[in-house]
């Protein structure tokens, strides 16, 4: 069975599941961003005549795929196409007036990878709970965020921003309330929130906004940014313009970008990369500075981390035994911390575990978990009052019980998708099912009131919300580690 909705731009044909939420699937917020538009900002997206078919997903942003041994364990989607721009709506009634609250996704994926059309972020259980969800695509690497002159900067937030005044503008015909949108996203998807929110760039195209695992403080500034566009440039042979990226075929440009994110990693000389060496990523939002949002800014907050996200990154890898410990006094040092004050610290915090985390691997783990994502939550939750704050604890029996609360580990909760196989590498067997219940709960609560069900942060108490097998908000968890990032950005 299939319905058919009108939008600004023609009639759209989705899909009817047997539980009653209708899908449509591809349908343009702006124009193939190809040809005369590469490296542009974002045009609006063409009219079409009669009925376009919205029953199967569409283009997927051009990205290479994730390194070994990621690629196993990350939720990948690829759909060939020029026609990439396109957003994906789940509705529980698709009718002009149902006044339902919307939530829009947007993906993780270091601003390098990752779709709105991955089956882990499929909106059905969102509108079964009576909301719109809409998942979208937006320009990655070079074509979103490498920066260029005579290009405007950050095509990858503009493509957002587009796809906002697109809902805006539409979503009413599909049962959607435009003035109760709630921006949610993971990772980078969290980080260009947390841009948005910053830069003022969205300003009134959303009301609420969720952050899972990152905040507003990354991003490269125009030097760095030029580093790494000249770096790209030398490994493909050509000058730094938009006109020699251009020319060059995606089927050698993302191999180099791909190339270029493990240089990165491999070679960390802040004199090649700038701050790119502390994030990790040569992909990001480019700014002179991206200050927090202050008690202005318009927007209920609910962020948050998970407890030991950094552990993607070194278990897979075998990097959380083989870390050398002559290496740790430097990287703590480069997170702006001072080894002999952090480190003692961190490690009588973790005495009592079962797994005695003193070693090397363990305690760059919770070091960088907190500079990458749990600090900056924090920061951001203290300049705007109300904020709403959680941490996610449940550990992952994956690799022998190792990977433990690991970055991306929530997401198969958030979305209550824990049937869904991509997500099986990360949760093995018999994931709780209460805790998703719980977790996609608060969500939703959020999306419709403002409220997820635990009292607001506040520098007094410092509540938060911990998400585990036993769910309960905690006053001020982890305060001494907390205390040691005071004046580090």
């Known amino acids: 069975m299939t319905v058919c909705v009108t939008t600004g731009q023609g009639a759209v044909r989705g899909r009817v599941a047997p539980d009653g939420v209708v899908s449509f699937h591809g349908i343009p917020y702006a124009a193939p961003p190809f040809g005369g538009r590469r490296f542009r900002e974002p045009g609006p997206p063409e009219p079409w005549t009669g009925v376009r078919d919205a029953t199967a997903y569409g283009p997927t942003a051009p990205h290479a795929p994730y390194a070994p041994p990621f690629d196993a364990l990350i939720p990948e989607d690829v759909v060939p196409g020029e026609d990439c721009l396109n957003l994906n709506i789940w509705t529980p009634d698709p009718e002009t007036g149902a006044g339902l609250p919307v939530m829009v996704w947007l993906h993780g994926g270091a601003f390098s990878n990752g779709s709105g059309s991955a089956s882990g972020y499929d909106g059905s259980p969102f509108a079964r709970d009576g909301v719109v969800c809409v998942t979208l695509n937006y320009r990655l690497g070079a074509d979103g965020f490498l920066r260029l002159r005579g290009v405007p900067d950050n095509r ?276 709780p099912r209460t805790l998703a219940d719980t977790m996609h709960a608060a969500w939703v609560a959020f999306a419709a009131t403002g409220d997820p069900g635990w009292p607001a942060y506040d520098t007094a108490t410092r509540t938060t919300m911990v998400f585990a097998e036993k769910s309960a908000p905690r006053d001020d968890p982890r305060r001494e580690e907390r205390l040691l990032w005071e004046g580090v950005r």
């Open 156 to 431: 990858g937030l503009l493509d957002q921003v587009a796809a906002l005044r697109w809902i805006h503008a539409n979503i009413a015909s599909f049962g959607g309330d435009p003035d109760r949108v709630t921006l949610f996203g993971e990772s980078a998807g969290a980080m260009s929130i947390g841009a948005l929110l910053a830069t003022g760039a969205a300003r009134g195209l959303f009301l609420r906004a969720i952050l899972q695992s990152g905040a507003c403080h990354h991003f490269l500034r125009p030097a760095s940014a030029d580093l790494i566009a000249a770096r790209l440039a030398q490994k493909l042979g050509i000058e730094p313009t938009p006109e020699a990226f251009a020319a060059v075929p995606l089927a050698d440009l993302l191999p180099a970008q791909a190339e270029l994110r493990a240089e990165v990693s491999a070679r960390p000389d802040p004199a090649l990369w700038g701050e790119a060496v502390l994030n990790l990523m040569p992909f990001e939002p480019v700014a002179p500075d991206l200050p927090l949002p202050g008690p202005d800014c318009g927007v209920d907050l609910l962020i948050g981390s998970n407890r030991e996200e950094y552990r993607l990154f070194l278990v897979p890898t075998d990097r959380l035994e083989s870390f050398p410990a002559a290496a740790l006094d430097a990287m703590t040092a480069a997170y702006g911390l001072v080894p002999a004050e952090a480190l003692p610290v961190y490690r009588a915090s973790r005495a009592s575990a079962p797994t005695a985390t003193r070693t090397a691997g363990e305690l760059l783990d919770a070091v960088a978990t907190d500079w990458f994502y749990r600090i900056p939550a924090i920061r951001l939750a203290e300049s705007v009052p109300g904020s709403h704050v959680y941490e996610f604890a449940w550990r992952s029996p994956q690799f022998a019980g190792r990977l433990g609360a690991c970055h991306a580990l929530e997401l198969p909760f958030v979305f209550d998708r824990l049937d869904d196989p991509s997500y099986a590498p990360l949760l093995g067997s018999n994931p």
